[in-house]
C-alpha cells in the first residue's frame, strides 16, 4: 500500500473513531496533547500512554498546532505535520487526531482550542498533558487564568527537567490562579523532534525513534531534508 493510501485509510479510522467520541463523550476524561509534532515521535505516543493509564483517561486528542506564536524554526507544513499524526495513531482506538488548529486561520493558542473542545463537548473532562519546562513559563501564554478554568492541567516530568523546580512553580500557580495542575514523573524516553529532524539532515537512520508509517512518509515526501544533495 502507498503512503498516500496509508494516509486516506488513517484519515477514515480517524472519521469513525470522532465520530463515536462525539455520540459518546459525555462523561469522558479526555486527554488533550498540543504541539507541533514535528515529526510526532514514540516519547509522545509513550508519555501519553502512561498517563492514559495512570489517570484512568478514556481518550487522548492530540492536535497539532497551526500557526504556533512561540516556535521560532521554520515548521514543516501543517498538513504533513497532521498526516503524520493520523498514521501514527490510527490503530489505536483510545487516540484521535483533531485539526482544530491546523484549520484555524492566524496564530493559534492553547486557551482557543480549549474554549472549543468545551464548547463542542461539554459533557467531557478535560486534561491538557504539557510539559513540566512549558508549566515553568506558562504565565506568557495567553489568557493563562481561563485555560487553567477550561482543563485540569498535567505536568509530565521529562528527562533533564528538574521535578522539583517544577513542583515549585505549580504550587505558585495552584494559589495564584486556583489551577488544578497534576505532576508527573514519566519514565519516558529521551527522544525529541529536535534530535530527530538533526539525525535526518546528517542522512542518519530514525528507525524505532517514530512509528514506521511516520519513517516511510518523511522519505516518500522528503521531509526534514531527506533526499537533498
Not at 486527554?31 to 501519553?48: E, K, R
Not at 493520523?86 to 487516540?95: G, M, P, S, T, Y
Amino acid at each position: 500500500m502507498s503512503i498516500y493510501d496509508l494516509v486516506i485509510e488513517s484519515k477514515f479510522y480517524n472519521n469513525d473513531k470522532i465520530a463515536d467520541f462525539e455520540n459518546n463523550y459525555d462523561g469522558l476524561r479526555v486527554g488533550v496533547l498540543g504541539g507541533t509534532f514535528d515529526p510526532i515521535h514514540y516519547a509522545h505516543l509513550a508519555t501519553v500512554e502512561f498517563i492514559r493509564c495512570k489517570y484512568k483517561l478514556d481518550k487522548i486528542i492530540f492536535i497539532p498546532s497551526g500557526d504556533p506564536p512561540h516556535k521560532l524554526w521554520n515548521i514543516t507544513n501543517k498538513y504533513d505535520r497532521y498526516n503524520m499524526v493520523l498514521l501514527a495513531v490510527a490503530k489505536n482506538k483510545d487516540f484521535i487526531a483533531f485539526n482544530t488548529e491546523i484549520e484555524k486561520k492566524g496564530k493559534t493558542y492553547t486557551v482557543d482550542t480549549l474554549r472549543h473542545l468545551k464548547k463542542n463537548y461539554p459533557g467531557a473532562e478535560f486534561f491538557f498533558i504539557t510539559g513540566a519546562d512549558a508549566i515553568c513559563d506558562i504565565e506568557e501564554w495567553k489568557d493563562v487564568e481561563e485555560n487553567f478554568r477550561l482543563a485540569t492541567f498535567i505536568a509530565a516530568t521529562r528527562p533533564g527537567i528538574s521535578l522539583l523546580r517544577a513542583q515549585d512553580q505549580i504550587e505558585k500557580l495552584e494559589t495564584k490562579y486556583n489551577a488544578n495542575i497534576i505532576s508527573v514523573y514519566v519514565p519516558s524516553l529521551d527522544i525529541s523532534s529536535t534530535y530527530i529532524r538533526d539525525q535526518l539532515k546528517r542522512g542518519n537512520s530514525v528507525r524505532y525513534l517514530v512509528p514506521e508509517n511516520v519513517e516511510r512518509y518523511i522519505y516518500e515526501k522528503n521531509l526534514y531534508g531527506v533526499g537533498d544533495e
